[in-house]
T-cell receptor, first 111, second 113 residues
Framework: TQLLEQSPQFLSIQEGENLTVYCNSS?????LQWYRQEPGEGPVLLVT?????EVKKLKRLTFQFGDARKDSSLHITAAQPGDTGLYLC???????????FGGGTRVLVKP | DTAVSQTPKYLVTQMGNDKSIKCEQN?????MYWYKQDSKKFLKIMFS???????INETVPNRFSPKSPDKAHLNLHINSLELGDSAVYFC????????????FGSGTQLSVL
């Protein structure tokens, strides 16, 4: 099983502030996915990063894949209450076709 | 139309009972999954079916039995429910060969009393 560690576990910030969450592993991944899960709902895919060093932007969200393809980060600029949720990372293609999710980072953006 | 739908949304039952959760996807995907999310929000895969065939069976008690009557449906039956089974269960689907992007249902919150 490819272990993914996410940090921090919980982050509470005020609307308008910036935040960064991390997804780290000792394994190399061909690609990595980020999901957001809102309360009472299932996770929804935000982005897939594929190339080492790749940076992808989704409005105020910036995703980066580490050069060595072992880690990734998600940066949110000027966070809004709608960004509140559980952010999960997972490898796109894992051994045995499993998707082993990281433990997630709970983000709370207060108005 | 909801892409992946699971029922019921909430399930409250007594220890020892048997219950089922149903899941249907209208995306035409080949692969379906059951995940369990515990109170700490850790999401773990339980089972995966591809075209009605079981391909992933994690270390899950035998009391849990998935059934896939066709590739659009994957149901989960749980016998002799225990307190530790309380969690949110998510059904998901994916089209293999497309980077394993998962589409999740909205979850079934199971509470065993």
């Amino acid at each position: 099983t490819q272990l993914l560690e996410q940090s921090p576990q919980f982050l509470s910030i005020q609307e308008g502030e910036n935040l960064t969450v991390y997804c780290n592993s000792s394994s190399v991944f061909s690609s990595l996915q980020w999901y957001r899960q809102e309360p009472g709902e299932g996770p929804v895919l935000l982005v897939t990063v594929v190339t080492g060093g790749e940076v992808k932007k989704l409005k105020r969200l910036t995703f980066q894949f580490g050069d060595a393809r072992k880690d990734s980060s998600l940066h949110i600029t000027a966070a809004q209450p709608g960004d509140t949720g559980l952010y999960l990372c997972a490898p796109s293609k894992a051994a045995g076709n499993k998707l082993t999710f990281g433990g997630g980072t709970r983000v709370l953006v207060k108005p | 139309d909801t892409a992946v739908s699971q029922t019921p949304k909430y399930l409250v039952t007594q220890m020892g009972n048997d219950k089922s959760i149903k899941c249907e996807q209208n995306l035409g995907h080949d692969t379906m999954y059951w995940y369990k999310q515990d109170s700490k929000k850790f999401l773990k895969i339980m089972f995966s079916y591809n075209n009605k065939e079981l391909i992933i069976n994690e270390t899950v008690p035998n009391r849990f039995s998935p059934k896939s009557p066709d590739k659009a449906h994957l149901n989960l039956h749980i016998n002799s429910l225990e307190l530790g089974d309380s969690a949110v269960y998510f059904c998901a689907s994916s089209q293999r060969g497309l980077g394993e992007k998962l589409f999740f249902g909205s979850g079934t919150q199971l509470s065993v009393l």
